[in-house]
């Protein structure tokens, strides 16, 4: 007999995500240690199981790491965030298919809302949906599912830690979900933070079971309504909705330390025009324009004289036209921009974006339509022939601003030349 609908939510994550993308293109690599380090290769963000066995630890500066990585001969990789952007919205192009309510919740997770999807057996539905994008795609994805996003975190960690790879609570009895509940120990509950946790365990609760148990008026009074809302999730009462309005941000940061210093101004401007170039073509692609655009420099603030220069333009029209920001970001950078100064960082943050269609029309509309028509055919242009085969002259290319990335793999998966050429026979 049918029963009241009940909330379906599954919490799809990309196993060791960085990882997995680069053994893409490394079968050799398959069962072998691998390790992906953050910008300028300085610490350790991605680890292939065989890596964590190894005993490396997640966020290890890589000299503190050198040791293990010789010893256990670990394949290391500098960040290609191209790429990992790439298989990403692959991966979740794919995930749409299966529900149209999805939340894009980070580069390697996406929630899915199953509730009004037709579904006999949820496990045979989730465990298709995982080999559907090892198949397609070819990274490897845990998925759990539950009533609630909370208790599908929780259903999505027995997941990854089962062979299956997929777990569901939604069929479950209430004394199944519980004992797993037993041992999943507070700090690792979604939302409850290091701190939170301390202050929990403080007060004898050590695992989600014993929390969900508390008495709600106690958490009133000791905690937040956040803390409320996460002990109601456990209870598979559902406080925290999927938030579909992915581009309703309010900014788009894009930034990155030099990879050796910089004085000269010309080199400055290069790197601040790329930065721009890049979240204006983000932008765009979310159907956002930008009212204030924000240029910084820096310069090594764990040295002596540290110096942070900002500058803020308000535009008198939002955009997202990348002729009219870089013009706009260029002078910024000769506005603040100090001789004699070591720079090792610099960024573009646009700020109060909107969204473009909710924008009037301006005086000056049609005009900006030539524009519009003109940055679609870059646009356009980039994905079929690759990033930055059309650009502005200011962004000329002597990658003097450019990141460390002695271990890069390079692949660009918009770049037709680096696709590898697999042999037959
Ligand atoms: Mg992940």
């Given at each position: 007999m049918q029963q009241t609908k009940r909330r379906v939510i599954a919490l799809v994550d990309c196993n060791s995500f960085y990882v997995s993308c680069e053994r893409l293109f490394r079968p050799d690599l398959k069962r072998a240690p691998v390790v992906v380090l953050s910008n300028n290769d300085g610490c350790i963000i991605s680890r292939s199981t065989e890596a964590k066995q190894a005993g490396i630890k997640m966020g290890e500066p890589l000299f503190k790491a050198k040791y293990l990585i010789d010893k256990y001969k670990v394949k290391v990789f500098s960040s290609n965030y191209e790429l990992y952007g790439d298989l990403s919205r692959r991966v979740m192009k794919v995930l749409k298919n299966f529900s149209p309510d999805i939340e894009f919740y980070s580069i390697d997770e996406a929630f899915l809302d199953l509730t009004n999807i037709q579904i006999d057996n949820i496990e045979a539905y989730i465990k298709n949906i995982r080999e559907v994008i090892l198949r397609w795609i070819g990274i490897p994805v845990s998925i759990g599912a539950a009533?609630?996003?909370?208790?599908?975190?929780?259903?999505?960690?027995?997941?990854?830690?089962?062979?299956?790879?997929?777990?569901?609570?939604?069929?479950?009895?209430?004394?199944?979900?519980?004992?797993?509940?037993?041992?999943?120990?507070?700090?690792?509950?979604?939302?409850?933070?290091?701190?939170?946790?301390?202050?929990?365990?403080?007060?004898?609760?050590?695992?989600?079971?014993?929390?969900?148990?508390?008495?709600?008026s106690w958490v009133r009074k000791n905690s937040s309504v956040v803390v409320l809302k996460t002990i109601h999730e456990l209870n598979n009462i559902c406080c925290f909705p999927l938030n579909f309005s992915y581009t309703a941000r309010k900014n788009c940061i894009v930034s990155r330390s030099f990879g050796e210093k910089i004085i000269e101004i010309n080199d400055l401007k290069e790197a601040v025009v790329n930065h721009c170039i890049t979240a204006a073509e983000r932008i765009r692609s979310e159907g956002l324009i930008v009212k204030s655009v924000y240029v910084f420099i820096k310069t090594n603030k764990f040295k002596d004289g540290y110096t942070?220069?900002?500058?803020?333009?308000?535009?008198?029209?939002?955009?997202?036209?990348?002729?009219?920001?870089?013009?706009?970001?260029?002078?910024?950078?000769?506005?603040?921009?100090?001789?004699?100064?070591?720079?090792?960082?610099a960024g573009v943050l646009f700020g109060e974006l909107e969204v473009k269609d909710?924008?009037?029309?301006?005086?000056?509309?049609?005009?900006?339509?030539?524009?519009?028509?003109?940055?679609?055919?870059?646009?356009?242009?980039?994905?079929?022939?690759?990033?930055?085969?059309?650009?502005?002259?200011?962004?000329?290319?002597n990658n003097n601003y450019k990141m460390k990335r002695s271990h890069s793999s390079k692949i660009d998966t918009s770049f037709l030349k680096f696709v590898p050429i697999v042999k037959t026979g």
């Open positions: 009533s609630t996003k909370t208790l599908a975190k929780v259903a999505n960690h027995v997941a990854k830690k089962s062979q299956k790879g997929v777990e569901e609570f939604i069929s479950k009895d209430q004394s199944y979900v519980d004992e797993v509940l037993k041992t999943f120990p507070v700090r690792e509950i979604w939302g409850i933070g290091k701190q939170l946790s301390k202050f929990f365990i403080n007060n004898n609760f050590h695992n989600a079971f014993q929390l969900k148990s508390v008495d709600n942070s220069l900002v500058k803020k333009i308000d535009l008198p029209i939002a955009t997202n036209n990348t002729l009219e920001l870089v013009n706009v970001c260029s002078k910024a950078v000769d506005s603040i921009y100090v001789k004699g100064l070591s720079y090792s960082k909710n924008y009037e029309k301006n005086l000056f509309s049609h005009l900006n339509q030539n524009l519009d028509y003109l940055m679609k055919v870059i646009d356009d242009t980039n994905v079929k022939f690759g990033r930055g085969t059309v650009s502005v002259a200011a962004a000329r290319i």
